[in-house]
């Protein structure tokens, strides 16, 4: 052996030790703090927009600033209506519930506790919710975005609660069994109110139309309570909830429009005989109606509408909302408008996308989600990044292709959050997006 070799192996082990010894002596001491996150989910504006809240009664919980407005993303309260609101509070439990940082993290935690507290003293003695509270702590009851109705915000509160229950009877029993009985004071409700609604339909424009779902024939709440029903039914034996999913996700399927050669390419409408991008989640909702179900047409239905319709919408730089009418020898389209554009248009559809890929396996689908989430990172009409991950701002929307809203509220930074987190759960899903940002 020459000298060279012998100083190099002589070299090796002495850093061998070194490292011996700095491990041991960490051992010993405290760990740092992690470094700042720079991963694709940026928690930083959410937690700004997070603020505690005291009811008339001095409950404390949290809710989430509606509006936060550009350049210095001063929190603001939406006029008329109130500050925060269970639509958004309930979505903001998601981020919070599936980031997992619950965990380890005790503000994190608290978060969560309180914005679930939120939701809770917001149930009105008729089960339902009311949405919005002023910046005075009183509940906003009488406004037609906040009465106590079978309508959006009940359910996505039930969504979040059923999604949580989970989650928190592990962690706060005493938190969970206010929230099993906020859940089941509306079951109960909507057992009395919606179960009994006939089976029945309208014809508007031509178009066919079901009544049985929430406000008639609107889709898009029928998808997010489907979700919070599949939560309820997957924790407790309720033959006539299951069988109620049923009847929901017939009512979706029935709104699904044209064939793979025609326009809308199986869509499903929103709500009568429009469709808008906004909460478009029925393709997901029936996916995963169709797992629990073991009902596999609807998931083939979902899937069609993610086949035809959603490249449509990518080759055609998206819409907004659109309305159509049928004369009996086809599909004419009645109005439709490119804008706005914006978060929660966009994350229903990587969802869907996700859930196909996720139950057939074909690459096809992981492609379709990453490139429907690169709408945030400038694949789309205006060019522009909309989610800035250095700082968890997502932009409200696009208004044309030369016109951002640099406002950042509640709605587009947890829209782009939830997005982010499906995405960042996949590799394929997420080399699908850096494949298209």
């Known amino acids: 052996m020459n000298k060279k070799s012998r100083l190099l192996i002589w070299a090796i082990a002495i850093g061998c030790m070194a490292l011996t010894c700095k491990k041991q002596s960490a051992a010993n001491t405290v760990t740092p703090p992690p470094p700042v996150d720079t991963s694709l989910i940026n928690l930083s504006h959410l937690n700004h927009l997070y603020t505690p809240v005291t009811f008339p009664d001095d409950s404390v919980a949290a809710g989430v600033y509606i509006y936060s407005n550009a350049p210095n993303y001063t929190n603001v309260e939406a006029n008329g209506e109130g500050f925060t609101c269970v639509d958004d509070v309930s979505r903001a439990t998601l981020v919070y519930l599936r980031s997992g940082l619950y965990l380890s993290d005790t503000a994190a935690r608290s978060k969560l506790y309180n914005l679930i507290k939120f939701m809770l003293e917001m149930q009105s003695p008729n089960g339902y919710f009311y949405n919005f509270l002023y910046s005075n702590g009183q509940i906003n009851t009488t406004g037609s975005t906040s009465v106590n109705t079978p309508t959006w915000w009940s359910?996505?509160?039930?969504?979040?609660?059923?999604?949580?229950?989970?989650?928190?009877?592990?962690?706060?029993?005493?938190?969970?069994?206010?929230?099993?009985?906020?859940?089941?004071?509306?079951?109960?409700?909507?057992?009395s109110d919606l179960l009994v609604i006939p089976q029945t339909t309208t014809v508007i424009s031509g178009i066919t139309i079901p009544q049985w779902l929430p406000s008639g024939s609107a889709t898009d709440q029928t998808a997010v309570l489907i979700l919070g029903l599949i939560n309820y039914c997957n924790a407790n034996n309720d033959p006539s909830m299951s069988n109620y999913i049923k009847t929901l996700a017939d009512g979706i399927a029935l709104m699904q429009e044209a064939d793979t050669l025609h326009f809308p390419y199986g869509a499903f409408l929103s709500w009568e005989n429009t469709w808008h991008a906004y909460g478009n989640v029925q393709a997901y909702a029936l996916m995963q109606a169709g797992n629990f179900l073991n009902t596999p047409k609807y998931n083939l239905a979902a899937r069609a509408e993610v086949d035809n319709f959603y490249p449509w919408l990518l080759q055609n730089g998206y819409l907004s909302a659109f309305s159509i009418g049928s004369n009996g020898s086809g599909i004419q389209i009645l109005s439709d408008t490119s804008y706005d554009q914006i978060a929660y248009g966009i994350e229903p559809m990587v969802f869907a996308a996700a859930e196909a890929y996720k139950e057939t396996g074909n690459p096809k689908y992981a492609d379709m989600a990453g490139h429907l989430a690169a709408w945030?990172?400038?694949?789309?009409?205006?060019?522009?990044?909309?989610?800035?991950?250095?700082?968890?701002?997502?932009?409200?929307?696009?208004g044309s292709s030369t016109s951002i809203n640099q406002n950042s509220g509640a709605e587009s930074t947890i829209e782009a959050l939830l997005t982010f987190q499906k995405i960042a759960a996949d590799p394929a899903l997420l080399a699908a997006l850096n494949k298209y940002k």
């Open 376 to 398: 945030f990172f400038g694949a789309n009409s205006a060019h522009t990044v909309m989610y800035q991950v250095a700082t968890g701002v997502c932009y409200d929307g696009i």
């Open 155 to 191: 359910w996505r509160a039930f969504q979040a609660l059923t999604e949580a229950a989970p989650v928190i009877k592990n962690i706060n029993l005493p938190l969970y069994n206010r929230m099993n009985t906020a859940i089941n004071n509306l079951v109960a409700r909507m057992k």
